[in-house]
């Protein structure tokens, strides 16, 4: 009982030293990345084989970037609860084409396709191979190393992604247009980089004020 | 001298006077033109540079070659390659020689060893509308002028449907193999006997009876006979995978098989651009998927095989000369497995030999992947051929000849792959009977 009390005044006073007004509130960093380069598309090889008129490659999943601060506030590397995401393969694609997530995470690989799958990757981050599973099924890998995963299909060589590992969560990947929103960052000033298909722009200051939110935009070449 | 040094001195001689006359033979005005086998020296300089531009000099150099096919004109167009170095030795005299693949056992229809072999394979689809495209492939091997290797309009008349036409060089229609010839979809360095060895038999010359053609056994990479072009030239294999056919063919596919019918201008021995024979062939292929991983597959032809000038020259421009084919192939796998096997029976109708020639090529082939970046494969691949009874012997045809290829793969990066294969040939004929074979090859592709 007087270990029950105790423990409910210690949990107030960490309540109220938080919601003090002399404590820091984290800001956030937005923005958009605007890819100036030309974007390799995520055609099949052309298969003289195969029936079927190729149909138009889709460029849109290769436009998405990461955004990621280069160091990262000292808190952020405690307590990063283990998580799950998911890497789909549907029609010949792997969805999404970049995933981005911390240190522990298992991800896992399932296959919509009717059509088996071979997913695999050679990276020094992360070497794997799940070998070949049919539709319905899913295989898992977890992921404890930060760095770059380029996962790809053993059997349809046109499947390719990337995995983003970060040892802090301060990272975030830009939507359809290009737009990226970091938040919950303690009051500082960072380094902070875009990221698209292999290339890293050049780190750039930002300065997120108390409770507040700084603008950074990105252009890729 | 002991039996066997004799021996060894008759066919070193023997091998020595071959050569004589094959050197010749190749720098005769009257030889056909065809690559030539490339030394092996200018292959492992051409791999070095391969390893080189492909990245593995620096992370700048990485930058420099494709890891995706490339597409451009806003998507319309899409070109791929495949880049091959193949370096081989033989085993000729003992233990460690290094020599040229003496039993031919490796030569394909163009007169170079399929085991010594720099090719450049460049491929390109360019889709002119939702429903029509244009294929191309145009092929270099050892350095010689390119050449198409398919030409084709490829027509969707209905986006709806699962239904392709194509017009002009096609894709093969019989078997499973042919669709993976580029040596990136290939497991092991050779090829099956079936699709790759020479036999005796010719489109363009005939043998006047059974005992010219048993003359013939074990040499078909290098064949004459008295009827017809005497010019001695190749023989055919059971079907080739190195040419292709032109005509129309038609493809359909579902969830659970697809379909491919062709009417071409060649046979599946001699594919042809402009057909130089009387009639047409006709060709089909079903291939049933009852689940993921599983494929089995039927095949069937049936064409002129003798070519107008030699059919004439034995009175069988009425027919009578063609080639029946049937084929079966399946392929399962699943996790770190693939297991092939494909099995091909060709009769051939001569018209100066009674019984019908009959080739029948079986290979069973497997894939083991123990790590990310290594395979282990194998293959066991014979080739066996119908008896024919001349004056003085019943013998078979041409001589049978049996393969193990054992080898594997490792690659480098994603589209950079290194292999390696030991080859056994055995051959029940022939001047060489036994022959071992190592060769390596470096495969890149986008």
């Given at each position: 009982m007087t270990r029950g009390i105790t423990f409910g005044i210690g949990l107030s006073l960490l309540w109220l030293t938080a919601v003090s007004p002399d404590a820091a509130r984290n800001g956030s960093i937005r923005g958009r990345v605007e890819i100036r380069r030309a974007v390799a598309s995520a055609a099949p090889r052309a298969s003289l084989t195969d029936g079927g008129v190729l149909k138009a490659p889709d460029f849109t999943d290769r436009l998405r970037s990461v955004v990621y601060l280069e160091t990262a506030p000292r808190a952020a590397f405690e307590q990063i609860d283990p998580a799950h995401a998911v890497m789909d393969q549907r029609n010949e694609t792997f969805v999404p084409h970049l995933l981005a997530i911390t240190t522990g995470t298992t991800v896992d690989f399932p296959n919509s396709d009717r059509i088996y799958h071979n997913v695999f990757s050679l990276s020094k981050t992360k070497t794997f191979d799940l070998g070949r599973y049919a539709a319905g099924r899913s295989q898992s890998v977890r992921f404890d190393r930060p760095g770059i995963v380029r996962v790809f299909c053993d059997i349809h060589s046109h499947m390719n992604a990337f995995i983003l590992v970060f040892n802090h969560r301060f990272f975030d990947v830009t939507d359809a247009d290009g737009r990226y929103h970091i938040d919950n960052i303690p009051p500082g000033t960072y380094n902070v980089i875009a990221w698209n298909e292999g290339l890293a722009s050049e780190p750039r200051a930002a300065s997120v004020p108390d409770g507040g939110s700084t603008e950074l935009d990105f252009q890729l070449r | 001298m002991c039996r066997s040094s004799r021996l060894g001195h008759y066919n070193f001689l023997k091998m020595r006077t071959f050569r004589r006359r094959l050197r010749l033979w190749r720098d005769s005005p009257d030889r056909p033109s065809g690559p030539k086998a490339i030394p092996p020296r200018r292959l492992s300089q051409i791999a070095a540079v391969i390893l080189i531009t492909s990245g593995l000099a620096g992370p700048a150099a990485a930058q420099s070659l494709p890891s995706e096919p490339i597409v451009f004109g806003d998507g319309h167009v899409t070109v791929g390659a495949d880049v091959s170095a193949t370096v081989s030795c033989a085993q000729t005299t003992g233990l460690g020689s290094c020599g040229d693949d003496t039993g031919f056992f490796n030569y394909s229809d163009y007169e170079y060893s399929t085991l010594r072999m720099f090719r450049v394979d460049v491929n390109a689809i360019v889709r002119a509308s939702r429903s029509l495209a244009v294929v191309a492939d145009v092929r270099s091997d050892n350095g010689e002028g390119p050449r198409p290797y398919a030409l084709y309009v490829r027509l969707r008349p209905w986006s709806q449907y699962n239904l392709d036409i194509n017009g002009g060089r096609v894709p093969p229609t019989f078997g499973a193999f042919p669709r993976r010839t580029y040596a990136s979809d290939n497991l092991l360095i050779g090829y099956p006997l079936a699709y790759q060895y020479l036999t005796s038999l010719r489109a363009d010359a005939v043998p006047a009876n059974a005992d010219e053609l048993l003359r013939m056994r074990g040499r078909g990479w290098l064949s004459s006979f008295s009827i017809g072009n005497l010019t001695p030239e190749r023989g055919v294999p059971l079907a080739t995978a190195f040419r292709w056919d032109t005509g129309v063919q038609v493809h359909s596919g579902w969830a659970w098989g697809d379909a491919t019918g062709a009417v071409t201008?060649?046979?599946?021995s001699d594919p042809q651009v402009s057909g130089d024979n009387l009639g047409k062939q006709v060709a089909g292929r079903f291939a049933f998927h009852p689940e993921p991983g599983l494929v089995l597959g039927v095949s069937a032809a049936r064409g002129q095989f003798l070519s107008g000038g030699a059919a004439r020259a034995v009175g069988a421009e009425g027919g009578n000369s063609d080639q029946t084919a049937i084929g079966a192939d399946a392929e399962y796998s699943r996790g770190y497995y693939l297991v092939r096997f494909e099995a091909v029976r060709s009769m051939w109708t001569i018209p100066t030999i009674p019984q019908p020639l009959i080739a029948t090529g079986g290979w069973i082939e497997g894939r083991y992947k123990f790590h990310p970046r290594f395979y282990a494969a194998a293959r066991f691949d014979h080739l066996g051929f119908s008896s024919i009874t001349g004056t003085t012997r019943t013998a078979d045809w041409d001589a049978p000849v049996t393969r193990i290829e054992l080898g594997g793969g490792f690659l480098l990066q994603r589209n950079l792959q290194l292999k390696a294969s030991f080859q056994r040939n055995t051959r029940e004929g022939g001047r060489v009977t036994n022959l071992n074979i190592g060769s390596a090859q470096l495969v890149f592709w986008f």
């Open positions: - | 201008t060649g046979s599946l």
